[in-house]
Structure formats: C-alpha cells, structure tokens
C-alpha cells in the first residue's frame, strides 16, 4: 500500500517551535513488549516523492543496492538502573548516564530530596556508593566495591536494563538479550540503538552476501535522549551530550563507498549524529572520537547519511526534529500519521521506518 501528501512546502526561513512536532498516540501503539522475533517487525519505506510502502523488517534488503555500506552503532546497553535507598532512609534510584573510571559514575539520581554531597546510598542492599557532588544535572557516585571488581562488573551483576520511561513494567531476563543488538560490543549506553534491534545475524549475513558492507561507529547512547524539549522554540534548547567514536577506517569506507556511487545508509539516528558530528567538528570527515551535542533539526545539510533506518520517535523529541529534517517536515508528519492509521507499533520495541533522503 502506498499514499501521498499534498501538503504545501514548508518556508526555508520558518523559526521551528516544539509544537509543530507534535502528533497524537493512542496509548495502544506503544510496544510494550518486543516482537515474538527480531526481525518480526513492519517496515515503513519513505521515499523522497513522499510516497510511503507498507512493507515488512525483512524486505530490507530490497531497498538496499551492492556497494551501499550500512553503518551501525556496537555500543552496548549496560544493566545502568539501581535500586536502594539513602543513609537517611528515603528511598533512591539510580540510572547511571556514564561509567567515568572503574569506580566512579555520572548518574541521574531520582528521590524526594537531593542527596546532599556525603551522602551514602546502600543499592540493591548490596552496593555501597557515595555521593561525591554533581555535574549539572548528574551526580557523581564513587561506589565501594570488592577487591578487583570494577563498578561495570557490579552493575551487570546487581544493576536493572534500563527501560525507557514509556514501557511501563519492570525489565525481565528476556530485556538482558532484547533490548540490545546482536552486534553490540563496547558497553557504555544508558539506552540501546533502538533501530539495530530488528537485525539478526542472518539478516546480516544476506546484507554482505548481496555486496553491502558494513561498518561500526560507537555512540553511547543516554538517558537525555528520553529527555522533553522544554522550550517552545528550538532555538533555546540545549542539547544533551554523548560519547562518540568514529575511527579512520570507517572513514574510509565511507569515502570510498561514495567515490564508487554507492549509499551511506545510518542504522539509527545514534548513527547519523556521530557521521554528521564528525563531520561538523572538522568541515570535512575525519576520525573522531570525544563528545558531541549536536542538534539536528529541518534545515540540516547532512554531508554524510544518504539513507536512514529508524524507529517511531516520540512526539516533540529531538529524534523527529532529526528525522523531519532527513526526510523533510511534511513528509515525516504524513509518514507517522499514516503509521498510526496503520496501527504501527511504536518507541523502542516497536516498528521501523527506511527512509532515502529528501532531495
């Protein structure tokens, strides 16, 4: 099944506000489970002619020519959420944002009053952790751990996979594998590349078997990606900061890919930001690796990313301002008003979208 819009271009000089990213989701798209298989998702195709296809994950490989390099992000999601309480008795949870040393975490902490510095926090009734002072919104824990264990080894032993805020039910066994990707490999993310979750390594042996190459980049993905945009015009927003990692081999490839005709296609947005990060940082793509807060929304020039896949984002996120911008505003807006029509399932465990860039 296909549809068009016929909605009027947008101005090149509109001033974006939050609201014009708003749609209206039945609290029944939500997935709040994965599928019964990876790979047992839909797949809206987006195209530039603002025609959408209602296809499913394993198509895929269709829309994907010999020469084109897919680029994923290996990041891999750790068990960041604690549960305890204070030395006062109130109670804690603790979602680490970023493993800094093997001892000592940046972490958004939730309770009825801030912990003050000093304070020490029992987790899990097993951790110990004190609280060592803050970095704007995140606190600083340095956790007191047996001989030769480092606080990453702890929190795969004691700690939760953090769920994001939407899927309301505690996080089972069945998390552990699902909500990270099968090609996961550096820990560090606080939440998963949500678009890798449909790949299996099958799929993935088809995708080189057809003459597509792939490459890795790392982003470890944060907890602020869940965060609202508060501001009425995104101009004011302050964009959160992540860890990124783009080497000189996965530059080449891209160069070369592109030199030979052949598609960038970003496997998430997590992807896109680190290419077009990299790219920013330098004026032209060179390796990088350090941190970036880069905020893409409609009027981006992207310099790197050809072709998109990605899941359904929530409505006023920073990840459908990046998506309308990839897209184009009214194709996004006509494309995720459709999904709903369509009953698609939507957020991290839900559906995905393949989009080729707007012309």
């Known amino acids: 099944m296909s549809t068009k819009s016929n909605s009027q271009p947008i101005s090149a000089d509109k001033v974006w506000q939050r609201s014009d990213f708003y749609f209206e989701l039945p609290d029944e798209l939500i997935a709040q489970q994965p599928a019964s298989e990876r790979a047992a998702s839909r797949l809206l195709v987006v195209s530039p002619g603002q025609s959408v296809e209602d296809k499913n994950f394993t198509d895929l490989i269709n829309y994907l ?4 390099l897919l680029v994923m992000n290996d990041t891999r999601v750790i068990p960041a959420r604690l549960h305890g309480k204070k ?14 040393d093997n ?10 009053k801030s912990p003050k510095t000093g304070t020490q926090l029992l987790l899990e009734n097993t951790l110990s952790a004190t609280v060592k002072g803050r970095e704007d919104d995140l606190f600083i824990l340095e956790f007191t751990l047996q001989s030769e264990q480092t606080v990453l080894e702890a929190l795969d032993k004691y700690g939760h996979i953090p769920l994001p805020p939407y899927i309301e039910r505690e996080d089972t066994t069945t998390d552990r594998d699902r909500y990270q990707t099968v090609y996961a490999a550096k820990p560090g993310a606080a939440a998963a590349p949500t678009a890798g979750l449909h790949f299996t390594n099958e799929i993935l042996d088809k995708i080189k078997a057809k003459g597509i190459d792939i490459a890795t980049i790392t ?10 945009v508060r501001v009425d015009n995104l101009q004011d927003h302050k964009m959160h900061s992540e860890w990124i990692s783009l080497d000189e081999t996965v530059v080449k490839e891209i160069v070369e890919t592109k030199n030979k005709g ?3 296609v970003a496997v998430g947005t997590t992807s896109v930001r680190c290419l077009e990060a990299a790219f920013a940082k330098h004026g032209e793509l060179k390796a990088y690796t350090g941190e970036t807060d880069i905020f893409i929304t409609p009027g981006f020039e992207f310099k790197v990313v050809d072709a998109l896949l990605t899941n359904f984002h929530l409505s006023e ?4 301002m990046l998506v309308s911008a990839f897209a184009g505003y009214e194709n996004t807006m006509a494309a995720y008003k459709h999904a709903i029509e369509q009953k698609y399932r939507f ?9 080729i860039k707007k012309i």
């Open 347 to 355: 957020f991290s465990y839900g559906d995905a979208m393949f989009i």
């Open 87 to 100: 030395d006062t008795g109130g109670k804690v949870e603790v979602l680490v944002e970023r493993i800094i």
């Open 262 to 264: 052949g598609r960038v």
């Open 317 to 320: 996120s920073t990840l459908i």
């Open 65 to 68: 020519s010999p020469g084109d």
């Open 219 to 228: 982003l470890h993905v944060g907890a602020g990606t869940f965060q609202p």
């Open 103 to 112: 001892t000592t975490v940046l972490a958004h902490l939730r309770s009825s």
